[in-house]
């Protein structure tokens, strides 16, 4: 017993340990990048010592103080970085109301479907998102350009949902299977219609399901770049492309810390939204992922 007791506590150690060097190697990235956004581009991007980042040298001299908010000052208010936020929440926001709407009524009638062509129209969407964005995009360009929609923001929502579309309904469809169609029948059995059916019965019950495949459809749209760079105009960009503009190019020098003060910026959201919904997550895979 003695012995079993010693190798359950060494085993938890050892997991401990683990989890702990895990969680400081993955965050230490993020956590850099925050610290550093405080710094002015001297201290963060020294070659000379590392430890200048650290100490807070240059921008000491610089500024009188260790820690600067000139990169989000200058991100925010001196190249209006809160106009790509705010474009960035209607395109996200859209997105995801309209991937869901349609996948969740698409993956129900497809799960409720018994005709075989169910399987071919999955495997035609799986198809269709498993090609490069790029290529998608480049088909859209020149009827965009003809039409005058290019640059406006409803232009790459409709993009965004149909490159997100498929697997949503894959996503919901496998959710919609794990529920018995006893519920179905039981409901319209006391007078509800298909509709009210799927509105008050189903979807209260695979909720976790409808609020994984959103998160993921959010993490599309959030993080997407060649979609809304291409499709976007300068006036109208996202967080993302608007991110890589401040890097500037060869022909035009950019300024590296609004880059940094804007990453830092469009990162803390996505952690607190996954930290926010995380059991929701958790038992929503874990749906998806056991037919019973």
Same mark, same amino acid.
């Given at each position: ?8 506590? =060494? ?12 969680? %400081?190697?993955a965050?230490?990235?993020? =956590? ?7 710094? %002015?581009?001297? @201290? ?16 000491t $001299? ?12 200058g991100?925010?208010?001196? !190249? /209006?970085?809160?106009r790509?936020?705010m ?7 859209s997105?995801v109301?309209?991937?869901l709407t349609? *996948?969740?009524?698409? *993956?129900?009638?497809? $799960? ?6 169910t ?5 035609? +969407? ?10 998608l %995009?480049?088909?859209? =360009? ?7 929609v290019?640059g406006?923001?409803?232009?790459? #929502?409709?993009?965004?949902?149909? #490159? ?8 919901l ?5 794990? #529920?018995?169609? @006893?519920?179905? /029948?039981? &409901?319209? %059995? ?6 009210? $059916? ?20 959010f ?9 809304? +760079? ?13 991110? &890589?503009?401040f ?5 035009? !020098? ?15 959201? =996505?952690?607190?939204? #996954?930290?926010f ?6 038992? *929503? ?8």
């Amino acid at each position: 017993m003695a012995a079993k007791q010693r190798r359950s506590a =060494l085993l938890v150690t050892v997991s401990t340990g683990l989890v702990l060097l895990w969680v %400081v190697v993955a965050s230490f990235p993020f =956590l850099w990048t925050l610290w550093g956004s405080f710094k %002015v581009q001297a @201290d963060f991007f020294s070659l000379a010592d590392w430890r200048n980042a650290l100490r807070g040298t240059f921008t000491t $001299a610089q500024t009188g103080s260790a820690f600067t908010g000139q990169g989000y000052h200058g991100a925010w208010v001196q !190249e /209006e970085f809160w106009r790509a936020a705010m474009n960035t929440f209607i395109v996200v926001f859209s997105v995801v109301i309209i991937s869901l709407t349609f *996948g969740t009524l698409g *993956g129900y009638a497809l $799960a409720r479907s018994g005709f075989r062509y169910t399987f071919w129209l999955l495997m035609i +969407a799986l198809v269709f998102r498993a090609m490069p964005h790029i290529t998608l %995009v480049s088909g859209y =360009l020149l009827p965009f350009f003809q039409w005058n929609v290019w640059g406006h923001l409803p232009t790459a #929502i409709i993009v965004l949902v149909a #490159i997100n579309q498929p697997f949503t309904l894959w996503m919901l469809h496998s959710f919609f299977l794990n #529920i018995p169609k @006893d519920l179905d /029948e039981s &409901a319209m %059995v006391d007078g509800c219609t298909r509709f009210q $059916a799927f509105r008050h019965v189903i979807v209260p019950v695979m909720w976790p399901g409808v609020i994984t495949t959103g998160l993921f459809s959010f993490l599309l749209a959030y993080n997407d770049f060649a979609v809304t +760079a291409m499709l976007l105009s300068q006036q109208n960009q996202t967080m993302v492309p608007k991110i &890589a503009s401040f890097l500037g190019s060869t022909q035009v !020098e950019g300024n590296v810390m609004f880059a940094v003060a804007a990453v830092v910026s469009a990162t803390a959201p =996505l952690f607190v939204l #996954i930290l926010f919904f995380q059991r929701q997550i958790v038992s *929503g895979l874990t749906a998806g992922a056991v037919k019973g």
